[in-house]
């Protein structure tokens, strides 16, 4: 697809050779060889081109999307009038072989160039990338919700990759679906890897994250400890992940919850002993837990059902899925977080949803109120280097902290929220 064509040289005399700008978007199925013929290179030229950019760049690699720039050059005379002036295409005006290829660009990723030019003595071309220097700069948002923290975050600018890693982190504490208010705020400490010019390029991972909900402040700093496993730890070093996961699965919706209720098919009231996830079929599921995989297989209502042993009295089961994961069997480990199947609507289900169960002492509780187990505390060589990792953080945040005040500022409809507490 072409993007845009421009002329470098709109005032030259009319037998001089012209250099064409041309910025081609690769569409799916779309060879080089292919976008570079159509743009009116010989295919001799093409072929050299692509075999030297081989040695940095494999084209299999050309994804959808990819913008590549054609430095082109006519040959002058009759034809290159016809190129005069902006909006000039050459694959439309029907000009295939006029043009020399003079070399072409593009960024593979957003730290890297790959480049494709003439040889200095003109007998081909030659190929090489360029690595931009990125360094890490200090990046925030402080921001009140007034409807969701995915709203809020937004409209503060806050990376999605950044959103997220603070959403999972917060998961393990919060419960997004019912207790998050208007009026609650945020904070967020990440980096983002910038270049030369000071443009943010790429943002790194989240470093601190606090939430100050229904009279509940959460902060929860990254810190690496001895094991090697980096992780998030509250202001006492304990860690924020569970021995279990209440939510077992990304951006689904709570469709049923655990308690009597009619029974959808059924009909007849009848209690619902685990929570149900409404999501897309093939939706990843994950082990709620490290722990041993005592069922998989067909069972009954339950369609295609796994249940995992975790330490003490505890498992959890998950049912209805479209299909297990890979090397998912009877007898194997599985670690807290691992994809075990997939959302689907086997068994007795209206639709594709995950049904989740917590079992304690193998009868089923409500996985969204039962207490379980806090993860690892921080002791000793660990507690004390967190203690120096999180002082570290607390002086990053107040560094940036002045400007982001100014974005944090609330306007005036957050303002008179705030005046009818
Ligand atoms: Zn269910």
């Known amino acids: 697809m072409l993007v845009s064509a421009y002329n470098v040289a709109h005032q030259s005399a009319t037998r001089a050779p012209e250099t064409l700008q041309l910025t081609l978007e690769v569409s799916r199925g779309d060879t080089l060889m292919g976008m570079l013929t159509d743009a009116g290179v010989t295919m001799s030229e093409a072929h050299a081109a692509i075999e030297s950019l081989r040695e940095v760049f494999s084209p299999r690699d050309l994804r959808p999307g ?3 720039r054609l430095s082109l050059e006519s040959p002058g005379g009759g034809k290159a009038k016809a190129a005069d002036g902006q909006g000039f295409n050459p694959i439309a005006d029907g000009m295939r072989d006029a043009f020399r290829l003079v070399g072409l660009s593009f960024a593979p990723d957003v730290d890297r160039d790959v480049k494709v030019e003439r040889s200095k003595d003109d007998d081909g071309f030659v190929a090489s990338t360029t690595e931009k220097v990125l360094a890490p700069v200090d990046a925030g948002a402080i921001g009140l919700i007034d409807s969701s923290l995915y709203e ?4 503060a600018d806050v990376p999605t990759n950044i959103l997220l890693e603070a959403i999972k982190t917060l998961s393990y504490d919060v419960d997004f679906q019912r207790d998050i208010q208007p009026g609650d705020s945020f904070e967020v400490l990440y980096q983002n890897m910038v270049d030369e010019q000071g443009r943010p390029l790429k943002a790194g991972g989240l470093d ?4 100050i909900t229904g009279g509940r402040d959460i902060k929860l700093y990254r810190f690496t400890p001895s094991s090697g496993f980096a992780d998030f730890f509250d202001d006492k070093g304990r860690s924020v992940r569970k021995t279990l996961m209440r939510t077992p699965i990304d951006g689904a919706r709570i469709s049923s919850t655990y308690g009597m209720r009619r029974h959808p098919i059924l009909g007849y009231s009848k209690m619902h002993k685990g929570v149900d996830f409404a999501a897309p079929t093939g939706t990843p599921i994950y082990a709620a837990g490290n722990g041993t995989v005592e069922v ?18 505890y498992k959890t089961a998950y049912a209805h899925m479209s299909r297990f994961a890979r090397g998912v069997h009877v007898g194997s480990r599985v670690h807290q977080g691992d994809v075990i199947g997939y959302v689907g609507m086997t ?8 049904h989740y169960e917590v079992l304690v002492d193998n009868h089923q509780v409500n996985p969204a109120s039962v207490k379980l187990p806090a993860g690892e505390t921080l002791t000793g060589r660990d507690l004390k280097a967190f203690a120096e990792a999180k002082r570290a953080i607390d002086r990053r945040r107040s ?5 982001l005040q100014v974005a944090a500022t609330p306007d005036d409809k957050s303002k008179s929220a705030d005046s009818d507490e």
Not at 152 to 155: I, T, V, Y
Not at 349 to 354: I, Q, S
Request: charged content about 15%; glycine content about 16%.
């Open 296 to 313: 998989a297989g067909r069972v009954n209502g339950y369609g295609n059902y796994i249940r995992l042993r975790h330490g003490g009295p």
């Open 347 to 354: 068994g007795r289900a209206t639709g594709p949803h995950l």
């Open 208 to 211: 601190y994250v606090e939430l």
């Open 399 to 403: 560094a940036i902290a002045p400007v």
């Open 152 to 155: 809020a975050a937004m409209k």
């Open 66 to 68: 990819f913008e590549i």
